[in-house]
């Protein structure tokens, strides 16, 4: 590949909309798995997990976690990774964004630095997102439970009207009043 076509390739994977994308939820984190990490890297995957096996002490849990199976098998029942195998027959890392930041000390690439940069940037994105959502979030918590109380209202008023004994019909239509005589 020519340097051209990978400057374009960096700037393509670089964008936020394809860098938030491959950010997961699991474990109360924002995460990114290790294969995605390498695809925007452009590096293989193990080689990352390498970096990172030589690097363990950078790595706690809060930065760097192993998924389990059944972690595994949600994700591709999710449609998130598309098989088992796709992880090269080893459990996925899983970094969180601390996680991410510290692959920028072990992995000394430019393009490693960019993508570092765009990550951060994404991650940065999503928590202010998020945060100017809240206001929203309490809101529509708001109405929610305005809703239920309303909903009883109209439950209350159905019950009545289902208690109320038959009356007789009145008739509908031109009905003539009884003084006019028609000959």
């Known amino acids: 590949m020519s340097k051209r076509q990978n400057k374009q390739l ?14 997961q939820y699991l ?3 924002r995460i990114l798995l290790d294969s995605d990490l390498a695809t925007l890297y452009g590096v293989e995957t193990r080689t990352l997990k390498q970096a990172v096996r030589r ?7 809060d930065f ?12 591709v029942s999710q449609s ?7 992880a ?5 890392m899983a970094f ?8 920028s000390g072990i992995l000394r690439t430019d393009r490693a630095i960019e993508v570092n940069i765009a990550i951060m940037r994404t991650f940065v994105q999503m928590r202010t997102w998020l945060s100017a959502h809240k206001d929203l979030a309490n809101k529509l918590e708001a ?3 305005k809703y239920d109380h309303h909903f009883q209202i109209v439950f209350d008023a159905i019950r009545k009207l289902m208690n109320v004994e038959e009356r007789p019909r009145r008739r509908i239509g031109f009905q003539p009043s009884p003084k006019e005589n028609v000959a």
């Not at 960096?10 to 491959?22: F, G, K, M």
């Not at 760097?64 to 994700?75: A, I, K, R, S």
């Open 10 to 23: 960096t700037a393509i994977l670089l964008r936020e909309e394809s860098i938030a994308s491959r950010i």
């Open 27 to 29: 474990r109360g984190e």
């Open 55 to 61: 690097n363990a002490k950078r790595f706690p849990l």
């Open 64 to 75: 760097m976690f192993v998924l389990t199976d059944q972690e595994v098998n949600n994700l």
């Open 80 to 86: 998130v990774i598309p098989s088992k195998s796709y």
């Open 88 to 92: 090269g027959g080893a459990l996925p």
């Open 96 to 103: 969180t964004e601390q996680g991410v930041a510290m692959l």
């Open 143 to 145: 109405l929610e439970k």
